[in-house]
T-cell receptor, first 114, second 112 residues
């Protein structure tokens, strides 16, 4: 059973471009969480999704950021018109039931905005 | 959620026990203590959790004081691969992973 798969592992974008980060949860997991880790800081919750539904997006910036978890395929975190401050590591976690203990994290995507 | 306090960094000799402390003096009766670690450039990894009894698994032991205001994570025989940032988090067990709050953690460096 493969773990949580994130791709790409590294992504470089110029200011103003769009960034798309993908997360494939573990098999059988229907709960997905996105976290962001800015340089020298701890992880901060961004958004929680179940299949086709956004459950909690209280940690998402109000503009330029969106997330989806379609019925088929991976979860996507989309950042439009990236700025240098978006440079960070973005981690995805998945769980079967939504409880804390069952969450498994992916290796992350490191976004660099130049 | 209860706030936790951890030392920013610790060193440990390879092969010795690493004891990582965590203070959580405002913990509520239904809140568990969770430990995660993050090895450089990787995602966080769950280690162990407990309510009030001491817990042990294949990775570590968790010692919680009787008043539950502090705890210690013990890695019995630290290896170089245990070098990581260790996070102590207090949560209700039924809480969602969306509510994991990672603070600054403790940077553990295992020295050869």
């Amino acid at each position: 059973n493969a773990g949580v798969m994130q791709n790409p592992r590294h992504l470089v974008r110029r200011r103003g471009q769009e960034a798309r980060l993908r997360c494939s949860p573990m098999k059988g997991h229907s709960h997905v969480y996105w976290y962001r880790q800015l340089p020298e800081e701890g992880l901060k919750f961004m958004v929680y999704l179940q299949k086709e539904n956004i459950i909690d997006e209280s940690g998402m910036p109000k503009e330029r950021f969106s997330a989806e978890f379609p019925k088929e395929g991976p979860s996507i975190l989309r950042i439009q018109q990236v700025v240098r401050g978006d440079s960070a590591a973005y981690f995805c976690a998945s769980s079967r039931s939504g409880t804390v203990t069952e969450a498994f994290f992916g290796q992350g995507t490191r976004l660099t905005v130049v | 959620d209860a706030k936790t306090t951890q030392p920013p960094s610790m060193d440990c000799a390879e092969g010795r026990a690493a004891n990582l402390p965590c203070n959580h003096s405002t913990i509520s009766g239904n809140e568990y203590v969770y430990w995660y670690r993050q090895i450089h450039s990787q995602g966080p990894q769950y280690i162990i959790h407990g309510l009030k009894n001491n817990e042990t698994n294949e990775m570590a032991s968790l010692i919680i004081t009787e008043d539950r205001k502090s705890s210690t994570l013990i890695l019995p025989h630290a290896t170089l691969r245990d070098t990581a940032v260790y996070y102590c988090i207090v949560r209700v067990s039924s809480g969602s992973a969306r509510q994991l709050t990672f603070g600054s953690g403790t940077q553990l460096t295992v020295l050869p």
